[in-house]
């Protein structure tokens, strides 16, 4: 991308980033979610000493519920919860908007739950 389609950034102080509880855990459930809107995902995640959170995760484009079982992902686990439909989210689980859909943030090797972005 060049300078000049570069959209732009608003700066953060390194207490704003401290303020975002970014940590890894493993998808230990996988439900559907027929009444969402959009392909979803009801996804339960054990993050350690944080204790087990749901979440609803457009992700089912790219990903069947087998293939997210054991997985460690990253979420932001200190947003308020949000409702969505008839179902209550604890988490944002991250991930990144492709064409093909949400390709969700991994951990590259295995690190023990509740493990915190640095």
């Known amino acids: 991308m060049s300078e000049a389609n570069t959209p732009a950034l608003a700066e953060i102080s390194w207490a704003d980033f401290e303020k975002v509880l970014l940590v890894v855990g493993t998808v230990v459930r996988v439900e559907p979610f027929p009444e969402a809107r959009k392909p ?7 993050f350690g000493a ?5 979440t609803s995760a457009q992700i089912a484009q790219l990903y ?3 293939d997210l079982l054991g997985r460690q ?3 932001v686990i200190n947003f308020a919860e949000k ?4 179902f209550r989210s604890q988490f944002l689980l991250t991930g990144f908007h492709t ?6 943030t991994a ?7 509740g493990t915190r972005l640095a």
């Open 73 to 75: 992902i990253v979420g």
């Open 64 to 66: 069947a519920a087998e």
């Open 99 to 104: 064409d093909e859909g949400v390709v969700i």
């Open 50 to 54: 944080y204790g087990e959170k749901k």
């Open 40 to 46: 979803a995902w009801k996804v339960w995640v054990d």
């Open 107 to 113: 951990v590259e090797r295995p690190v023990p739950n």
């Open 83 to 86: 409702q969505i439909g008839p």
